[in-house]
């Protein structure tokens, strides 16, 4: 019987799943994995920071924030020239998707039309577009859209209860309220978090049940492990069983049967058992590629070689209904 999509779970009924012995928990998420996705595909992804450091923001795992010494400094957004030379090498390595983040709060609408010249430059490339640039406003949702750009990736990071714990400068209801923006906009969402930050297997349990109990589950889910950045003040956090950080895998395939789950920051202090206990447990995507924003990331020839070993393919783009033309750029321009 293939998974049921629901928007009602409760936190009784994710606790259980965390709670299954770990073979069985493995067994259940491999099987909903197997009804949705190709099970030996993996989507690949690149990840360039377009704009880097001076955040204002006080995420406490985060080494772009202006606040914390973590030998992160401020630098301008990059040239378009210079983010498409990127994407084409990411291309050339074999990823799919490219992403780009700037460490902005909430960027200013000249920030927006910026972003979305590079973003219409990427997409001419042939590739799937991704960025994340902090809170949006529906009409830089709207302008972003018109410019091409497929997902938007904004994580609640943790649970509702816990966010307090780790981010003072705004609310979790921000954001809801620019998913709900992107959705609006017809954008892709692209929503996880970060595990590791000293929640209890409960507050994990709550991340991901409100993950997948907004109104539509996010196409890309990544489940971050926590990198414990000298300067941060989770910097001597203690360190997630690697078990632990598998069944959270496992826990959001089986809770969001069709998205897919993305193995995202942390992969580097990751041996490849551990990664390819991640693949069985119905993690479909990574991010390829040297850099993570501004922490390490497995080197590509090491991906190319656990995939060769595991027998796993990186999943091809598919086919988009549209393209950019002229007319959409000069919409942005004007926006």
């Avoid at 992969?267 to 590629?289: H, K, N, P, V």
């Amino acid at each position: 019987m293939t998974a049921a999509l629901r928007h009602d779970w409760t936190l009784a009924e994710v606790e259980h799943l965390f709670s299954l012995p770990f073979n069985d928990l493995l067994f259940q998420a491999q099987t909903v994995h197997r009804q949705y996705h190709d099970p030996n595909a993996v989507q690949v992804s690149t990840l360039l920071s377009i704009k880097t450091g001076g955040c204002p923001e006080d995420c406490a795992y985060c080494p772009q924030a202006a606040r914390y010494a973590t030998g992160v400094k401020a630098e301008k957004l990059m040239s378009v020239e210079a983010v498409v030379a990127r994407a084409q090498a990411a291309k050339d390595a074999g990823a799919s998707r490219f992403c780009m983040g700037a460490a902005w709060r909430s960027p200013k609408d000249r920030d927006v039309v910026k972003v979305a010249e590079i973003v219409s430059a990427v997409k001419a490339l042939g590739m799937q577009t991704c960025a994340t640039l902090g809170m949006l406003t529906r009409p830089q949702a709207d302008t972003l859209k018109s410019a091409g750009l497929d997902f938007y990736n904004h994580n609640i990071d943790t649970a509702p209860e816990f966010y307090g714990e780790i981010i003072h400068t705004r609310e979790i209801q921000d954001r809801f309220d620019t998913l709900d923006h992107v959705r609006s906009a017809g954008l892709k969402t692209c929503c996880g978090g970060i595990v590791g930050m000293g929640e209890s297997r409960s507050q994990r349990s709550a991340l991901l049940m409100t993950l997948a109990n907004l109104p539509e589950h996010p196409e890309s889910v990544p489940i971050n492990r926590l990198v414990r950045i000298p300067g941060t003040p989770l910097e001597n956090a203690e360190e997630l069983d690697p078990f632990d950080f598998v069944r959270s895998i496992a826990v959001a395939r089986i809770l969001m049967p069709t998205s897919v789950v993305r193995l995202s920051a942390g992969r580097e202090t990751m041996d490849d058992a551990l990664q390819a206990l991640c693949f069985a447990a119905g993690a479909g995507s990574i991010f390829y590629g040297e850099k993570l924003l501004v922490t390490g990331n497995p080197e590509a020839e090491r991906d190319r070689r656990l995939f060769a070993r595991l027998g796993l393919k990186p999943m091809e783009v598919e086919a988009e209904p549209e393209t950019v033309h002229a007319d959409i750029l000069e919409h942005v321009h004007a926006a």
